[in-house]
């Protein structure tokens, strides 16, 4: 089986881990805050928090920005669960802005004249969640001016798009957020295992990120409310989580950024390979922005209505011929625990639009031109 994704594991991401098993510290060592220095320096951005996954960094990216009780999140129904759940976790509630048809990611226009109409009815998001999917960047100027007119805060879901550029800014900039959260999962660009992290120009997000990844405890006397009574003690000033990463995990992700480079040169070139040997088969190719370059953390076709196949007969004919496709992703406000909170089918059609046809062809740095052209044959069969 060809999968859709895979990590690329080196033998300097076994020595980098190795050294720190072998050092004095497995967590909460200086291996961290390399890490997090790494991305950092490649987003372009002051501040960095390294946690256990994107869930995490997601849920305490809410919880600095100020979301809880009576709050209200927008995001994309095209995205994972996770995008909508860090609003549940903070008990607020949660909408949809549907999609744009080309690029996948939130549809600037959609959201604008949704905020029209939640201004006329008297509630407006606090918070809204774009969703760079795929690894293609969201209009972030656009939404941006839309968060300055409106007054919400705005948290970049840049699981997909480590990497990624628009307008010659890294993703994860924040130029036009108050932050961005990344996921390093083993299926994504760069991996640690499992890992996430929480990017920021506002010192202040990241401080509180960094406090509630670890309980809420802090040992600095500057937060504490009386003098320190020695070297063994901490307070709990708030109510946090253990949402923190290991050492190890931070040692894989500092080794794999040094080959991020090579890893979107290869996703890119893998790209450009798919649109020329699909070019004239019956699927809607990923179409690119201009003045963006994508991360490729996926390939998405959608198989057209003049196919004469339907996207689950021709996602069966290739996972029969031992190619992993998958299909990303199942509309959020689809999903049971959502339609319990009253989003029905239809209330996003172009999402359910897109889910109806898309399926993601493997996407990975270590994919071979030869297993690649397996993917390309064993789609035209699949097509005729």
């Known amino acids: 089986m060809i999968p859709y994704g895979h990590q690329d594991i080196s033998d300097e991401d076994v020595a980098a881990v190795t050294e720190v098993l072998r050092s004095e510290w497995l967590t909460q060592g200086p291996a961290i805050e390399r890490f997090e220095a790494a991305v950092a320096e490649r987003c372009e951005v002051p501040h960095a928090v390294a946690l256990s996954n994107g869930t995490a960094a997601l849920h305490l990216a809410c919880i600095a920005l100020g979301l809880g009780p009576g709050g209200l999140l927008w995001t994309s129904p095209v995205t994972f669960v996770a995008s909508a759940n860090c609003a549940r976790y903070c008990g607020a509630d949660v909408d949809f802005v549907d999609i744009d048809p080309r690029t996948y990611c939130m549809s600037a226009d959609v959201l604008a004249a949704k905020l029209e109409a939640a201004e006329r009815a008297g509630r407006l998001p606090d918070i809204v969640v774009p969703v760079h999917m795929a690894g293609q960047p969201c209009d972030m100027p656009a939404i941006a001016e839309l968060a300055r007119r409106y007054g919400f805060a705005v948290i970049e879901d840049a699981s997909h798009a480590i990497g990624a550029e628009y307008d010659g800014v890294p993703v994860g900039s924040c130029r036009h957020s108050d932050a961005a959260t990344f996921s390093f999962h083993p299926v994504k660009i760069v991996t640690t295992g499992e890992g996430g992290m929480v990017v920021s120009r506002r010192a202040e997000v990241c ?14 006397e500057a937060l504490m409310d009386c003098e320190s009574e020695g070297g063994w003690y901490y307070q709990q000033i708030a109510l946090g989580y253990n949402y923190r990463m290991t050492d190890i995990q931070a040692a894989l992700g500092t080794s794999q950024m040094k080959r991020l480079d ?21 699927v809607t190719l990923p179409w690119q922005r201009p003045g963006t370059a994508s991360a490729w953390h996926l390939y998405v076709i959608r198989v057209r209505e003049d196919a004469g196949r339907t996207r689950r007969e021709v996602y069966d004919s290739l996972r029969s011929a031992g190619i992993g496709v998958n299909v990303h992703y199942i509309p959020v406000h689809l999903q049971p625990y959502y339609r319990t ?20 062809l493997p996407m990975f740095a270590a994919l071979t031109d030869g297993q690649q052209d397996e993917v390309v044959t064993a789609l035209k069969g699949a097509l005729r």
Do not use: V
């Not at 401080?207 to 600095?220: N, P, S």
């Open 262 to 282: 090579a890893f979107l040169a290869r996703r890119r070139e893998l790209a450009a390979r798919y649109d020329a040997a699909l070019a004239e088969l019956p």
């Open 207 to 220: 401080e509180r990120a960094a406090l509630l990844r670890t309980h809420g405890i802090t040992r600095d």
């Open 341 to 360: 909170l009253g989003f029905e089918p239809g209330d996003f059609p172009e999402s359910e639009r897109y889910y109806d046809e898309a399926i993601s």
